[in-house]
């Protein structure tokens, strides 16, 4: 099945790219006065599609800092809630690459049977994304990304324990009709170290698409479907199940340096191995919501 999965990954991105390759130039449209380094200025924004990201960077010499409020519901047996935030720093610190730190915590309040459980989580991370096309000169926009994050867990049970991840990403989007309607898909894998010692391994792989759509001058619509799979190793084998969700987004860029965006997803299908039942609440969560306030500098 992941075999299957990674396939059409493939013939996705590779559709993306050969879409790519024919010119989108406007006859009569002039250069821009300052060309971007590696930032097009036809781009659409990096949160308009939803949980799928664009492969749009920070410019060499610029920044933005971003909060993102979250929250997820919906498990097998009993009720579960989870509210997270995330604040994040992100700078063009040479040509086309953007490093980030970000700072997060959460909590999760459960009740399965008559126990009513509550769990904490903080932790900080650090990203580097690498541009390597752009619309501008090559017609579609390629990234790469890597981030690795520490995490300190505290829950009833366990007690305290660390989380450590790495994950690899990789992002692309495409101008499919100029200044109205664009494409993005993502591939990432994430892999995962929980202890304490000895640490217990895992990972998750995603898929993602969406399409955004700029319904008038800095607001968007868009629409998404992502599918997940959770792994009980770091590879791709040792399957614990997967899940595809669905959902739409909104973007609203308030002001030239204030943007907000929120986007809902919700699992439509999914399975978890070994129970004859469908989609996967162990391993995932039915709802899952975002809020995003990005500003830039």
């Not at 700078?91 to 915590?105: H, K």
Request: with cysteine.
């Amino acid at each position: 099945m992941s075999k299957s999965i990674l396939r059409s990954g493939f013939i996705a991105f590779g559709a993306l790219v050969l879409a790519g390759s024919q010119s989108l130039a406007i006859e009569g449209q002039p250069e821009p006065e300052e060309a971007a380094v590696c930032d097009d200025l036809d781009d659409a924004p990096t949160d308009a599609f939803g949980f799928t990201d664009s492969s749009g960077i920070s410019d060499l010499g610029r920044g933005s800092l971003g909060l993102t409020l979250g929250g997820n519901a919906g498990v097998r047996e009993g009720r579960s809630l989870n509210r997270n935030g995330n604040l994040q720093g992100s700078y063009g610190l040479f040509p086309c690459l953007e490093v980030s730190a970000s700072l997060f915590g959460g909590t999760t309040r459960s009740k399965v049977a008559t126990e009513r459980l509550k769990d904490r989580s903080y932790g900080g991370g650090l990203e580097a994304k690498y541009r390597l096309l752009t619309h501008r000169d090559h017609g579609v926009g390629l990234a790469l990304g890597v981030e690795t994050g520490l995490e300190r867990n505290q829950d009833r049970f366990t007690g305290q324990f660390s989380s450590y991840n790495t994950a690899f990403k990789l992002l692309a989007d495409r101008i499919i009709i100029p200044g109205t309607l664009f494409g993005a898909v993502n591939v990432s894998h994430n892999l995962i170290w929980n202890g304490p010692d000895p640490y217990s391994r895992s990972s998750n792989t995603a898929f993602g698409a969406s399409l955004a759509w700029q319904v008038r001058d800095g607001v968007y619509l868009s629409g998404e479907v992502r599918h997940l799979r959770q792994q009980n190793s770091l590879g791709l084998g040792n399957h614990a199940g997967h899940a595809t969700f669905m959902g739409p987004g909104i973007y609203w860029q308030a002001t030239e340096s204030l943007a907000i965006s929120v986007a809902y997803n919700v699992q439509v299908a999914g399975h978890e191995r070994g129970r004859d039942r469908p989609l996967d609440l162990t391993n995932f969560s039915r709802h899952v919501a975002q809020l995003d306030i990005g500003w830039t500098f």
